[in-house]
């Protein structure tokens, strides 16, 4: 009974202690720097509507600051304006505008440096350099907030969403345009990206790099200059994105540069003009995605080994696959591919004949680039036909055994 | 000045009148002809077919893109020189007259071309401006129409050239078979034999000497399936795509259209008919 009443009374100062204080326009404290130095570890600042500049901000202790109707926070294109050194910090409901830019610091909206569950939700940033900014951090979470820049030079420009040596981080539900890269990953491992749109970055929508055993999934990254980048990585689950309108000459829906052990799962890859490229990538699974309208849907590079590509859907790509070399090291199992002319006489929903996606003329562009100029003309679709009788040029051993008569992942 | 604007019209004027008599009665003479209400109306049928069975604009375009390369270069070339030796009879009936060579042969290409171009504007303008009204739609029909003419011009040459009708036929077929497909495997041919080199500047000029692949390449870049190519693609597009490229197209296009004709009228002036 004593340990109960001690303990009731041990919540009831706790309780006491974590304190709520109004921050802002028309309230008894001013401004925000006065409230962060005031509070005490596990407060509650609620910063009123209004406009402030009071440079950089540095929270240094565990508390919640909470705006009320978006305040806007201004940093003059001078300085970071708010840095996070502690952990247990939430951020909610902040406008955060005009960061400063220097090429020695990398200057951000919200920076948050060596800590653990931080919490940034349903924040606006705009215009500043780098977005938010994770550095060194455990278990933290990045949601529903707005990120927009504005386009400058790629090296003046920062990332939306940064995170670098970072753990169990989860980005979700955020929108980000107008940045180097839209959400850029760099050491990170055992971190979740969902439910995000990245559109219109000037680089990436998403890059990795050296980041394992990471999932993202149901986000969807459009029109941004060279569409995903995952590189250098392991052990990336990609499920259920889409991958679109990343059309350039060195743009990509999806970028896989020296990464292994990954599953690439019902995805959308549309009007890209590289769906997938693959350069150094091995055991990667790819299965369930659809391919549409792309320049390429898939380019494979001869340095890619023990992929498997199945159970997809090829429809109205310029060229379906294309190599630059002629050993096949690369499975192609149970696709769809609307340019089969194969029959099933059996009608297990099998083609009984081989289908090989690789056209002659698309290993021609491989060799000569230039060679793009005699697209459509009627020559080299004689040519294909020919070369689909008797291959000669096209690596003979890259083939579909068993092509799906019918597509199996409808949109 | 009243009288040298006088003398200047006195001069004109008879001569343009006979031109315009003649490509009236050339006219009126091809418009009868069955052949060209029925190609007119296959191209008809076929752009509605392939804007219907897509659903796609751009894959109705991309479709009509191949009848326009192919099909147009075809009828323009073969019909014209038909024609031509039809009227055999007809041209010598005039060249007995007091009008010049040149006016003869000047009014039979015009009468030609016009009646080309219509059955393009109209087999594949109408449709193309109710499916894609666009830029990359009227690219097509003035391609398709700068081809046909383009063709009309190549076969004026190749029937002054042959006395013989199967002769010229055969002649007009070799040199459509020559543009339309040789020349493609030619320029791949080289493209292997110097992939070692930087082509894509020569590439430009080599294109340039075909008007079917020309007009590809310009429908193409208006698609945005430049973005395909690369490095070529951007150099290409960043000369064909602008208005200087445009211009330079154009130029192309017609050089094609009357550099032709003028060797066949220098040739018809010389002809023993």
Redesign the interface.
């Known amino acids: 009974m004593k340990f109960l009443i001690t303990l009731l009374f041990a919540l009831g100062a706790m309780d006491l202690a974590a304190a709520s204080i109004h921050a802002g326009v028309g309230q008894a404290t001013g401004s925000i720097r006065e409230a962060i130095n005031m509070a005490a570890a596990g407060d509650t600042i609620y910063i009123h509507e209004g406009y402030y500049q009071e440079g950089n901000l540095t929270i240094d202790k565990p508390l919640a600051l909470i705006g009320l109707n978006y305040p806007v926070l201004d940093g003059n294109h001078q300085v970071e304006i708010l840095t996070v050194t502690a952990s247990d910090v939430v951020i909610f409901g902040l406008e955060i505008r005009n960061s400063g830019q220097l090429s020695t610091i990398d200057l951000a909206g919200i920076k948050v440096l060596s800590a653990q569950r931080v919490v940034i939700e349903n924040c606006h940033l705009r215009d500043c350099n780098f977005g938010i900014y994770l550095s060194n951090t455990q278990d933290c979470r990045v949601a529903s907030n707005n990120v927009q820049g504005i386009l400058k030079e790629e090296q003046n420009c920062g990332n939306g969403i940064h995170l670098w040596k970072c753990e169990r981080a989860l980005i979700e539900g955020n929108y980000l345009t107008g940045h180097r890269d839209g959400i850029y990953f760099e050491f990170v491992t055992d971190s979740e990206i969902r439910y995000n749109h990245s559109e219109a970055n000037m680089r990436y929508g998403l890059h990795f790099m050296f980041s394992h055993n990471d999932h993202y999934h149901h986000n969807r990254f459009v029109r941004n200059g060279a569409g995903v980048a995952v590189m250098y990585s392991r052990q990336v689950k990609m499920t259920e994105n889409l991958f679109g309108f990343n059309?350039?000459?060195?743009?990509y829906g999806l970028l896989l540069k020296d990464i292994s052990d990954s599953h690439i799962w019902k995805n959308r890859f549309e009007q890209n003009?590289a769906g997938v490229y693959l350069e150094g990538a091995s055991r990667i699974i790819i299965e369930q995605n659809r391919f549409q309208e792309n320049?390429?849907a898939l380019r494979v590079q001869a340095s890619c080994d023990a992929n498997t590509i199945r159970q997809n859907d090829f429809v109205g790509n310029?060229f379906d696959v294309s190599t630059n070399g002629s050993l096949v090291l690369n499975t192609f199992d149970n696709n769809y591919w609307d340019r089969y002319e194969g029959y099933d006489l059996n009608r297990d929903g099998i083609g009984d004949v081989p289908f090989r996606p690789v056209s002659l003329y698309a290993v021609?562009v491989e060799?000569?680039?230039?060679?793009?100029?005699?697209?459509?003309?009627?020559?080299?679709y004689?040519?294909d036909k020919v070369e689909k009788i008797v291959p000669s040029l096209t690596p003979e051993q890259l083939m579909d055994q068993q092509p799906f008569m019918k597509s199996l992942n409808h949109a | 000045m009243a009288s040298v604007l006088l003398r200047l019209t006195h001069l004109l004027t008879p001569k343009t009148d006979i031109v315009i008599r003649i490509v009236k009665y050339v006219l009126y003479d091809i418009l009868q002809n069955r052949m060209l209400l029925g190609y007119t109306l296959f191209l008809l049928a076929v752009s509605f077919g392939l804007f219907n069975l897509g659903g796609d604009s751009t894959k109705g375009l991309v479709g009509l893109l191949n009848i326009v390369l192919i099909v147009t270069p075809l009828v323009s070339i073969i019909f014209s020189t038909i024609h031509l030796y039809n009227s055999a009879e007809f041209i010598e009936l005039l060249a007995a007259q007091p009008v010049r060579r040149s006016v003869i042969l000047w009014s039979e290409f015009f009468g030609l071309a016009t009646a080309m171009k219509l059955a393009v504007l109209v087999g594949i303008g109408i449709p193309v401006a109710i499916f894609s009204p666009d830029l990359t739609g009227l690219t097509l029909v003035l391609v398709a129409a700068g081809l046909s003419v383009a063709f009309v011009s190549i076969a004026m040459l190749a029937s002054v050239l042959t006395r013989d009708k199967a002769r010229g036929i055969g002649l007009a077929l070799l040199l459509w078979f020559y543009f339309a497909l040789l020349y493609d495997a030619l320029v791949l041919f080289l493209m292997f034999a110097f992939a070692d080199y930087p082509l894509e500047k020569a590439m430009l000029g080599v294109i340039a000497l075909n008007p079917i692949d020309l007009s590809r390449v310009v429908v193409l870049l208006q698609m945005d399936i430049s973005a395909l190519m690369g490095y070529t693609g951007a150099l290409f597009r960043e000369f064909l795509g602008t208005g200087t490229g445009i211009v330079f197209a154009c130029i192309i296009l017609l050089a094609w259209i009357f550099i032709p004709v003028f060797f066949a009228v220098r040739f018809f002036g010389k002809k023993d008919l």
């Open positions: 059309w350039g000459s060195s743009a003009s320049g390429w310029t021609v060799r000569m680039p230039f060679g793009l100029l005699l697209m459509r003309s009627f020559m080299v004689l040519m």
